[in-house]
């Protein structure tokens, strides 16, 4: 059982190019996050999808953009990348609705941007 | 926009003694307070959390606490060992945009565990 896989693990993109993050979950889980982590930041909620078909805007969206494809893939795409979106990227998932299980994180996606 | 104010920022604690973790909150949309540990190089793992009517909630070495008229809540450590050594992260519900599952993190505790 793999749980939550992102794709890829590591990743240097140079100022203004494009990428999407993949995500996927194999648990049937309802909601999918993304997260960032920054020293000294903790994880900052980027996006996250209550459920297929929805998404909403967390505490820092600007630069990101996400799509909820099907029940287990949710991807993150930076348009134009910039130095300060350097940062390792969490993608979780959840039941949603319920407080039994909490989030299955995957192992994370570390990205710089020069 | 709504934080946790988590506690301390780094901690140091001799094997067998005991880690304690705080944080405080504003506003939140449900009493469910979980806790998050994450090793070096791996993502958050749900550690223990504490579901809404209850005040406090053991699991072997790992407590919860929660006190609601201070808006506080705690993890302690008993026995504290050296695989303990890791970042704890503490949550919360936002109101805004909150549902069920849907966490803010505190920044993070780093603990060490000095044999």
């Known amino acids: 059982n793999a749980g939550v896989t992102q794709t890829p693990k590591f990743q240097v993109l140079k100022t203004g190019q494009s990428m999407t993050l993949q995500c996927a979950q194999d648990?049937?889980?309802?909601?999918m996050y993304w997260y960032r982590q920054d020293p000294g930041m903790g994880l900052r909620l980027i996006y996250y999808?209550?459920?297929?078909?929805?998404?909403d805007k967390g505490e820092v969206p600007n630069g990101y953009n996400v799509s909820r494809l099907n029940k287990r893939e949710f991807s993150l795409r930076l348009e134009s990348a910039a130095p300060s979106q350097t940062s390792v990227y969490f993608c979780?998932?959840?039941?949603?609705?319920?407080?039994?299980?909490?989030?299955?994180f995957g192992s994370g996606t570390r990205l710089t941007v020069v | 926009q709504q934080q946790v104010k988590q506690s301390p920022q780094s901690l140091i604690v001799q094997k067998g003694g005991i880690s304690i973790i705080n944080c405080a909150y504003e506003?939140?949309?449900?009493?469910?307070f979980p806790w998050y540990q994450q090793f070096p190089g791996k993502g958050p793992a749900l550690l223990i959390a504490?579901?809404?009517?209850?005040s406090e909630k053991k699991e072997g070495r790992f407590t919860i606490s929660f006190n609601k008229s201070a808006k506080q809540f705690s993890l302690h450590i008993m026995d504290s060992q050296p695989g303990d050594s890791a970042t704890y992260f503490c949550a919360f519900t936002p109101v805004e945009g909150g549902s069920q599952g849907n966490l803010i993190f505190g920044k993070g505790t780093k603990l060490s565990v000095k044999p």
């Open positions: 506003n939140t949309a449900f009493d469910y």
């Open positions: 648990m049937n889980h309802n909601s």
């Open positions: 979780a998932s959840s039941e949603g609705g319920s407080f039994d299980y909490g989030y299955t």
């Open positions: 504490i579901r809404p009517d209850v």
């Open positions: 999808s209550a459920s297929e078909g929805t998404t």
